[in-house]
């Protein structure tokens, strides 16, 4: 199969620290991950602090280069060095990344300039950019702050302008790096949306990367990474049925599998899986009732 | 016995400009001496400025806050005594850390205290083992810490100090599922061991209903709701109006309550759900 849209094959990433002492200490990152993402698709990647899992995606955005492997998008070896520049910057605006800290991402003192930021840099005329920036900000429903100061919004606004600056590049992939991470409540539902919707009415291929359970159970697919490689890799419901499993990598699973796991444990005979809570009272109704026991 | 009280507290920044806004507007609330209360509001709900009045950080534009029982402005010189007994840790505490070794950055705070180098180690070593580190790292720059770890040396920090209270502003954001579990599971068990009074800023009724024994819910400068775990979580249409989620695991069982599976007690952990539906089995089986 080669019409994947994204194909990591076999990928190494060491990071090396010389810090203060003479010889350099080496931390392997990444060991031999291959991974193939489809046109469109809707990933999570899961994995404790230090997993590897934001190495990848660095890899796959083009920040960090692979001390050994091969990745493809869209067929093109983007780890070949003779690439050119400009093939270079046509991977880099394909290829969106939305970062965790909100305060990190923006540029400009004005929220449109700051938007415009990107499309700038391709060279794009003016009126082409106008229109991206007033598109990009409708989408993530920012248009009314459009000449505001970035520092005085919330987080979770600052990270929908954010979002609105990769939107006008108009990327074919976003990888949300734990962009959810530093919100509140609020804010991490309207990021999340606008990553749904980005990918449902777009065809955007997302990956989110999170430490949210319940974001990862919304995913078509999730990926868990672990000592720098794929412990696991299959829909949510498949990936959230090994609840030992994750408990022993530093994970959880939702809580409704948490909960039918320590039933299971409590020794109760409980023969099917569910991960979100609307299947998992259906499925203990019939258990309590008699049907399943 | 309440350790902590506020009696109409207003706050106001940037009073007297065109700036002038009021982030806390005639707040009352207590916060009681050896439990663990949780602060929760959204952004802009005055909860970080409540926060900062604890300690004597900011100074209230009205009304008074009561340690023990006393004015803690009523001798304003005295109030840096105050800030030694109500520790304060921001959000993201990690990038104040700054000094060479993580043993001399958590023996910052006693040294300051004139302590002599005995009590500082002792500290230093009762401090990170509370905080769920090893005595290896002591001598490491707290710089070539992982993010989780460097949160945990900037906490220990302040319980080196011992104080009376301890209000840590989102102590879990960001890290993993463990992380969160280490953090907040060695937090609980420190204040319970010593006595102490804890105040968790959080946005997460998840961590809520496993660590906490009371909730203040702070909405648009003032309080909204205050009591405990159960008596808040009783209120689930308000707390929705508010924006802050019942937990998944309470709403499924509530969904079996009204299928008529009669499920009882307290609701909001896993935990409490698998227990009242072992109950609930074990009532039928009889």
Not at chain 1, 132 to 149: N, T
Not at chain 2, 156 to 166: D, N
Not at chain 2, 265 to 276: I, K, M, S
Request: aromatic residues 6%; glycine residues 10%.
């Amino acid at each position: 199969m080669n019409d994947y849209f994204i194909r990591c094959e076999n990928l190494s990433y060491i990071y090396e620290d010389t810090g203060e002492s003479a010889i350099p200490v080496f931390h392997p990152a990444l060991d031999g991950v291959s991974l193939n993402i489809s046109r469109g698709e809707y990933l999570a990647i899961l994995g404790h602090n230090g997993s590897g899992k934001s190495t990848l995606a660095k890899l796959i955005s083009m920040i960090l280069t692979p001390k050994s492997g091969k990745i493809y998008i869209d067929g093109t070896d983007i780890t070949d060095e003779t690439l050119g520049e400009d093939a270079q910057y046509e991977l880099r605006r394909r290829v969106g990344m939305v970062f965790q800290n909100p305060d990190n991402q923006l540029v400009a003192t004005v929220v449109e300039e700051d938007v415009a930021f990107g499309p700038e840099n391709l060279g794009i005329p003016s009126d082409e950019i106008r229109k991206r920036v007033d598109d990009a900000l409708s989408l993530v429903g920012m248009q009314d702050y459009k000449r505001h100061a970035p520092h005085k919004l919330s987080g979770g606004q600052k990270q929908r302008v954010a979002i609105a600056g990769i939107i006008a590049m108009h990327p074919d992939i976003i990888i949300f790096d734990e962009a959810t991470a530093m919100l509140d409540p609020i804010g991490r539902r309207d990021v999340l949306a606008i990553m749904e919707r980005l990918n449902r009415e777009d065809g955007i291929t997302v990956i989110n990367i999170t430490h949210y359970m319940d974001e990862a159970a919304r995913a078509d697919r999730i990926v868990v990474i672990n000592d720098g490689k794929t412990l696991l890799d299959g829909t949510p419901d498949e990936v959230f049925s090994n609840v030992p499993l994750l408990h022993e990598v530093g994970l959880e699973a939702p809580q409704s599998a948490e909960l039918i796991h320590a039933l299971r444990e409590a020794g109760l005979v409980i023969n099917s899986n569910a991960i979100t809570p609307e299947g998992c009272r259906d499925l203990l109704i019939r258990l309590l009732s008699g049907g399943d026991r | 016995m309440e350790k902590i009280r506020i009696e109409g507290v207003s706050f106001i920044y940037s009073k007297g400009t065109p700036f002038e806004r009021r982030a806390l507007d005639g707040v009352s609330c207590s916060f009681e001496a050896g439990k663990i209360t949780c602060l929760i509001g959204h952004t802009g709900s005055g909860k970080s400025t409540l926060v900062n009045l604890l300690n004597g950080l900011y100074r209230p534009t009205e009304g008074k806050v009561y340690l023990d029982g006393e004015d803690i402005w009523a001798r304003p010189k005295k109030i840096t005594d105050i800030r030694r007994r109500v520790g304060l840790v921001m959000q993201y505490p990690e990038y104040q850390l700054f000094d060479e070794t993580v043993y001399s950055d958590i023996a910052f705070g006693p040294k300051n205290l004139g302590l002599d180098a005995g009590e500082i180690d002792l500290r230093v070593r009762e401090a990170i083992a509370f905080v769920g580190l090893d005595e290896a790292l002591l001598s490491k720059s707290p710089f070539e810490l992982s993010g989780g770890q460097k949160r945990r040396v900037a906490i220990a920090g302040i319980i080196a100090m011992r104080p009376e209270v301890l209000v840590l502003d989102e102590p879990a954001a960001g890290l993993d599922p463990r992380g969160r579990r280490e953090i907040l599971g060695g937090l609980t068990r420190y204040v319970r061991e010593r006595g102490i009074t804890l105040i968790l800023v959080s946005h997460s009724m998840e961590d809520m209903a496993s660590y906490c024994d009371n909730v203040v819910v702070m909405k648009d400068a003032k309080v909204f709701m205050q009591g405990t775990v159960d008596e808040v979580f009783s209120h689930p249409d308000e707390l929705d109006a508010v924006g802050l989620d019942t937990p998944e695991i309470t709403k499924l069982a509530q969904g079996l309550i009204q299928a008529g599976i009669v499920l009882s007690g307290a609701l909001y952990t896993v935990e409490d759900v698998r227990d009242a539906i072992l109950r609930y089995i074990g009532g039928n089986a009889q």
